[in-house]
């Protein structure tokens, strides 16, 4: 059993501070901008570990 745990845009979007549209468009536009993303037919899910890892790399002057 798969006990992974996923975000969908609205929580990616509440977490992140942004707008439910800037998500919309950073997928559509520049998904380089967004954590990896899964999708399954219309719906989108960002694995939590995808999230934090993309939050990781985001950090500036880590050593």
């Known amino acids: 059993m798969n006990n992974e745990i996923y975000l969908d845009k609205k929580g990616l979007s509440k977490r992140f501070g942004t ?3 800037w998500v ?13 993303f899964i999708r399954f037919g219309r719906l989108v899910r960002f694995p939590i570990a995808e999230v934090l890892k993309f939050e990781q790399q985001q950090l500036l002057n880590t050593k």
């Open 24 to 36: 919309d468009k950073a997928m559509a536009y520049t998904p380089d901008k967004l954590p990896a």
């Open 19 to 21: 707008s439910l549209s």
